[in-house]
C-alpha cells in the first residue's frame, strides 16, 4: 500500500518557520519526483516547489528565496523548509509523488492526505 504521510504542520506567526516532512512508503521512493503543492480557502491547489530524481529544484515565484524543496532519498522522506512565512502562505500543504521522465510530468501519481500550515500576522 502506498502511503505519503506529511507532517510538521502547524501555527507559526509571520516571519517565523517551519519544515514540513513528507514520508513515503510503497513505492521506489528514488525513482520519483517529490513535489509540495498548497490549497488555500477559496482557492485552487497550486505547485509551491517539487525536486527532481536527480536533484534538480523548482519553486512557485511566490516563495523562491523563502522556501527549499529536499529529499533523503535513503530515509524515503521529502522535505520543504519554509522561512520567512508570510499570511498568504497560509494554506493545506500536500505532499505527491510523480512520474517525471524526459523532462516532463506523465503523472502526479500519488498525494498525501496534506497538513495544515497556518501564519498568523
Known amino acids: 500500500q502506498v502511503q505519503l504521510v506529511e507532517s510538521g504542520g502547524g501555527l507559526v506567526q509571520a516571519g517565523g518557520s517551519l519544515k514540513l516532512s513528507c514520508a513515503v512508503s510503497?513505492?521506489?521512493?528514488?525513482?520519483?519526483?517529490m513535489a509540495w503543492y498548497r490549497q488555500a480557502p477559496g482557492k485552487q491547489r497550486e505547485l509551491v516547489a517539487d525536486i527532481k530524481q536527480s536533484g534538480s529544484t523548482k519553486y512557485a515565484d511566490s516563495v523562491k528565496g523563502r522556501f527549499t524543496i529536499s529529499r533523503d532519498n535513503a530515509k524515503n522522506t521529502a522535505y520543504l523548509q519554509m522561512n520567512s512565512l508570510k499570511p498568504e502562505d497560509t494554506a493545506v500543504y500536500y505532499c505527491n509523488a510523480g512520474d517525471y521522465t524526459r523532462g516532463v510530468y506523465l503523472s502526479l501519481r500519488y498525494w498525501g492526505q496534506g497538513t495544515q500550515v497556518t501564519v498568523s500576522s
Open positions: 510503497g513505492i521506489t521512493f528514488r525513482g520519483y519526483a
